[in-house]
Protein backbone atom coordinates (compact mmCIF):
# COMPACT_ATOMS: atom_id res chain seq x y z
CA UNK A 1 0.00 0.00 0.00
CA UNK A 2 1.39 3.45 -1.21
CA UNK A 3 1.61 5.84 1.73
CA UNK A 4 1.10 9.63 1.76
CA UNK A 5 3.24 11.57 3.73
CA UNK A 6 2.00 13.76 6.59
CA UNK A 7 2.34 16.66 5.56
CA UNK A 8 -0.15 15.72 1.98
CA UNK A 9 -2.62 14.21 3.83
CA UNK A 10 -3.14 17.56 6.37
CA UNK A 11 -2.49 19.65 3.04
CA UNK A 12 -5.70 17.67 1.57
CA UNK A 13 -7.51 17.41 4.85
CA UNK A 14 -7.67 21.42 5.03
CA UNK A 15 -8.27 21.98 1.01
CA UNK A 16 -11.33 19.73 1.66
CA UNK A 17 -12.24 21.54 4.91
CA UNK A 18 -12.22 25.20 3.61
CA UNK A 19 -15.66 24.86 1.72
CA UNK A 20 -17.23 23.57 4.83
CA UNK A 21 -15.56 26.72 6.79
CA UNK A 22 -17.55 29.40 4.34
CA UNK A 23 -20.37 27.61 5.00
CA UNK A 24 -20.22 27.56 8.83
CA UNK A 25 -19.07 31.09 8.64
CA UNK A 26 -22.50 32.16 6.85
CA UNK A 27 -24.51 29.64 8.88
CA UNK A 28 -23.03 31.51 12.14
CA UNK A 29 -24.18 34.97 11.21
CA UNK A 30 -27.08 33.99 10.78
CA UNK A 31 -27.60 32.04 13.75
CA UNK A 32 -29.98 33.88 16.45
CA UNK A 33 -27.89 32.74 19.28
CA UNK A 34 -25.22 30.85 18.23
CA UNK A 35 -23.15 28.81 21.19
CA UNK A 36 -20.07 27.00 21.31
CA UNK A 37 -22.36 24.08 21.80
CA UNK A 38 -24.14 24.62 18.68
CA UNK A 39 -20.98 25.78 16.58
CA UNK A 40 -19.43 22.15 17.88
CA UNK A 41 -22.75 20.75 16.72
CA UNK A 42 -22.24 22.10 13.31
CA UNK A 43 -18.63 21.54 13.27
CA UNK A 44 -19.51 17.82 13.88
CA UNK A 45 -22.15 17.26 10.92
CA UNK A 46 -19.74 18.85 8.59
CA UNK A 47 -16.68 16.67 10.15
CA UNK A 48 -18.50 13.53 10.10
CA UNK A 49 -19.98 14.07 6.67
CA UNK A 50 -17.32 15.60 5.64
CA UNK A 51 -15.42 12.41 6.55
CA UNK A 52 -17.42 9.96 5.34
CA UNK A 53 -17.60 11.39 1.99
CA UNK A 54 -13.71 10.46 0.31
CA UNK A 55 -14.91 6.60 2.58
CA UNK A 56 -17.93 6.42 0.15
CA UNK A 57 -15.90 7.91 -3.14
CA UNK A 58 -13.06 5.68 -2.19
CA UNK A 59 -15.46 2.73 -2.46
CA UNK A 60 -16.89 3.63 -5.30
CA UNK A 61 -13.68 4.23 -7.22
CA UNK A 62 -12.91 0.71 -6.81
CA UNK A 63 -16.44 -0.48 -8.10
CA UNK A 64 -17.33 2.36 -11.22
CA UNK A 65 -14.33 4.96 -11.01
CA UNK A 66 -16.32 7.40 -13.57
CA UNK A 67 -19.56 7.39 -12.68
CA UNK A 68 -18.92 9.83 -9.40
CA UNK A 69 -16.85 11.85 -10.87
CA UNK A 70 -19.44 12.53 -13.64
CA UNK A 71 -22.05 14.11 -11.41
CA UNK A 72 -20.78 15.44 -8.40
CA UNK A 73 -20.12 18.91 -9.28
CA UNK A 74 -24.20 18.76 -10.25
CA UNK A 75 -25.50 17.33 -7.27
CA UNK A 76 -22.56 20.08 -5.35
CA UNK A 77 -24.16 23.15 -7.21
CA UNK A 78 -27.86 22.01 -6.52
CA UNK A 79 -27.50 21.42 -2.93
CA UNK A 80 -25.16 24.56 -2.18
CA UNK A 81 -27.24 26.99 -4.70
CA UNK A 82 -30.79 26.18 -3.18
CA UNK A 83 -29.65 26.56 0.42
CA UNK A 84 -27.56 29.35 -0.53
CA UNK A 85 -30.78 30.74 -2.33
CA UNK A 86 -32.91 29.98 0.35
CA UNK A 87 -30.36 31.89 2.73
CA UNK A 88 -30.52 35.07 0.30
CA UNK A 89 -34.18 35.04 -0.07
CA UNK A 90 -34.45 34.85 3.80
CA UNK A 91 -32.28 37.64 4.35
CA UNK A 92 -34.34 40.07 1.53
CA UNK A 93 -37.50 39.24 3.25
CA UNK A 94 -37.20 40.32 6.69
CA UNK A 95 -36.80 43.58 8.21
CA UNK A 96 -33.37 44.65 8.79
CA UNK A 97 -34.33 44.38 12.75
CA UNK A 98 -35.82 41.15 12.52
CA UNK A 99 -33.73 38.27 13.68
CA UNK A 100 -32.75 35.68 11.20
CA UNK A 101 -35.46 32.30 11.75
CA UNK A 102 -33.67 29.07 13.31
CA UNK A 103 -31.48 27.14 11.31
CA UNK A 104 -32.87 23.59 10.47
CA UNK A 105 -30.87 20.31 10.96
CA UNK A 106 -32.42 19.43 6.94
CA UNK A 107 -30.38 22.72 6.28
CA UNK A 108 -26.95 21.90 8.15
CA UNK A 109 -27.09 18.35 6.36
CA UNK A 110 -27.88 19.29 3.45
CA UNK A 111 -24.92 22.19 3.03
CA UNK A 112 -22.31 19.79 4.38
CA UNK A 113 -23.16 17.32 1.89
CA UNK A 114 -22.99 20.05 -0.82
CA UNK A 115 -19.74 21.13 0.31
CA UNK A 116 -18.52 17.47 1.00
CA UNK A 117 -19.06 16.49 -2.55
CA UNK A 118 -15.50 17.59 -3.60
CA UNK A 119 -14.23 14.89 -0.80
CA UNK A 120 -15.83 11.93 -2.83
CA UNK A 121 -14.48 12.95 -6.03
CA UNK A 122 -10.61 12.72 -4.39
CA UNK A 123 -11.81 9.68 -2.40
CA UNK A 124 -12.77 7.93 -5.98
CA UNK A 125 -8.74 9.36 -6.76
CA UNK A 126 -7.43 7.53 -3.82
CA UNK A 127 -8.69 4.44 -4.66
CA UNK A 128 -6.45 4.33 -8.02
CA UNK A 129 -3.47 5.47 -5.17
CA UNK A 130 -4.30 2.27 -2.91
CA UNK A 131 -3.48 4.79 -0.06
CA UNK A 132 -4.61 4.30 3.91
CA UNK A 133 -8.28 5.87 3.16
CA UNK A 134 -9.25 5.80 6.97
CA UNK A 135 -6.56 7.84 7.96
CA UNK A 136 -7.19 10.12 5.66
CA UNK A 137 -10.74 9.71 6.38
CA UNK A 138 -9.87 10.77 9.86
CA UNK A 139 -7.56 13.63 9.05
CA UNK A 140 -10.30 15.33 6.71
CA UNK A 141 -13.00 14.96 9.62
CA UNK A 142 -10.91 16.27 11.89
CA UNK A 143 -10.12 19.30 9.88
CA UNK A 144 -13.37 20.21 9.00
CA UNK A 145 -14.84 19.60 12.94
CA UNK A 146 -11.88 22.23 13.86
CA UNK A 147 -12.64 25.11 10.84
CA UNK A 148 -16.55 24.37 10.17
CA UNK A 149 -16.32 25.32 14.80
CA UNK A 150 -14.79 28.12 14.29
CA UNK A 151 -16.82 29.50 11.27
CA UNK A 152 -19.58 29.08 13.23
CA UNK A 153 -18.08 31.04 15.70
CA UNK A 154 -16.74 33.87 13.83
CA UNK A 155 -19.87 34.16 11.89
CA UNK A 156 -21.40 34.42 14.57
CA UNK A 157 -19.60 37.74 15.76
CA UNK A 158 -19.67 39.07 12.15
CA UNK A 159 -23.61 38.59 12.13
CA UNK A 160 -23.99 40.85 15.43
CA UNK A 161 -22.46 43.42 13.54
CA UNK A 162 -23.62 43.02 9.96
CA UNK A 163 -27.05 41.28 10.94
CA UNK A 164 -28.98 40.78 7.25
CA UNK A 165 -25.78 41.52 5.32
CA UNK A 166 -24.06 38.70 6.54
CA UNK A 167 -26.51 37.11 6.35
CA UNK A 168 -27.20 37.87 2.64
CA UNK A 169 -23.49 37.35 2.11
CA UNK A 170 -23.47 33.68 3.30
CA UNK A 171 -26.23 32.88 0.78
CA UNK A 172 -24.48 34.21 -2.22
CA UNK A 173 -21.04 33.00 -1.05
CA UNK A 174 -22.70 29.25 -1.47
CA UNK A 175 -24.47 30.11 -4.21
CA UNK A 176 -20.93 30.99 -5.65
CA UNK A 177 -19.22 28.07 -4.57
CA UNK A 178 -21.76 26.14 -5.90
CA UNK A 179 -20.98 27.57 -9.41
CA UNK A 180 -17.55 27.37 -8.99
CA UNK A 181 -17.76 23.29 -8.30
CA UNK A 182 -19.78 23.34 -11.50
CA UNK A 183 -17.24 25.24 -13.57
CA UNK A 184 -14.17 23.53 -12.64
CA UNK A 185 -15.66 20.70 -13.29
CA UNK A 186 -17.60 21.51 -16.93
CA UNK A 187 -14.03 22.93 -17.72
CA UNK A 188 -11.61 20.10 -16.66
Do not use: K, Y
Not at 150 to 175: C, K, P, Q, T
Amino acid sequence: MERMSPTAIAVLALSMSVDAFAAALGRGATAERARLGDAMRTGLVFGIVEAITPVVGWGAGLLAAGAIASIDHWIAFGLLSLVGGRMLLQALRRDEDEVPAGRSSWMLLATAVGTSLDAMAVGVSLAFLEVNIWIIAAAIGGATFCLATGGMLAGRLLGRRFGRRAEMLGGVALVILGVSILVEHLSA
